[in-house]
């Protein structure tokens, strides 16, 4: 039964600390990614990684930091240095590009109080 | 600077009758684009795309058109079903980049 898995559904942290998202994907994919959705917004991109051991910035990545040491798992770390981090976080992935088929985890909604 | 931009924030549709969600982008190099539809507490699942070789692809009750020199794309679902109801969104994507999303247009189909 293969599938991306996020989580938990629902973080909540106190201003000041990091927090890491976790995602998990059994389809052999090659690439994954990190969006970000605010409200009346689209997904904007945070991280991406094509390969392992090899990601790149996003549109919005200050604050955020990410590792790609197996290609199944792609965790977010939230650092304390990003403004705003109050938001539904969105892990994908796909095969190879991102114009392939990208396949969503569920989403982790981070509440920082 | 959004490029690209679902200006209907809902639309509201009787079952049975056509659903018309608009796109726009500013970014005359995008080549590949992408409609997404998620479900509330669910990651967006992929529903159609069209390269910008074509000007309408068709799936079943969904067609994409895509209107290359007024930068407009546009999904048409019919006959319009409860479970169509859901969250759409554009994306686009230039020379296998990055994709850019729209912000999405929520789509109730009323009984």
């Known amino acids: 039964d293969g599938g991306i898995t996020q989580s938990p559904k629902y973080l909540f942290r106190k201003e000041g600390q990091n927090v890491t998202l976790s995602c998990e994907q059994n389809?052999?994919?090659?690439?994954m990614y990190w969006y970000r959705q605010d409200p009346g917004q689209g997904l904007r991109l945070i991280y991406y990684?094509?390969?392992?051991?090899?990601?790149q910035k996003g549109d919005i990545a200050e604050g955020y930091s990410v590792s790609r040491e197996k290609k199944e798992s792609f965790p977010l770390t939230v650092t304390s240095a990003q403004k705003n981090p109050t938001a539904f976080y969105l892990c994908?992935?796909?095969?190879?590009?991102?114009?392939?088929?990208?396949?969503f985890g569920p989403g982790t909604r981070l509440t920082v109080l | 600077d959004q490029q690209v931009k679902q200006n209907s924030p809902s639309l509201s549709v009787q079952e049975g009758r056509i659903s018309i969600l608009n796109c726009d982008y500013t970014?005359?190099?995008?080549?590949?684009f992408l409609w997404y539809k998620k479900y509330p507490a669910e990651g967006p699942t992929f529903l159609i795309s069209?390269?910008?070789i074509k000007d309408k692809n068709e799936d079943g009750r969904f067609t994409v058109f895509l209107n290359k020199s007024a930068k407009h794309l546009s999904l048409h679902i019919v006959p319009s079903q409860p479970g169509d109801s859901a969250v759409y969104f554009c994306?686009?994507?230039?020379?296998?980049?990055?994709?850019?999303w729209g912000a999405g247009t929520k789509l109730i189909i009323k009984p």
């Open positions: 994908a992935s796909s095969m190879r590009s991102s114009t392939d088929t990208q396949y």
């Open positions: 970014n005359s190099m995008f080549d590949y």
């Open positions: 990684s094509q390969i392992v051991n090899d990601f």
């Open positions: 994306a686009a994507s230039e020379s296998n980049y990055q994709l850019i």
């Open positions: 069209i390269s910008s």
């Open positions: 389809l052999n994919h090659d690439a």
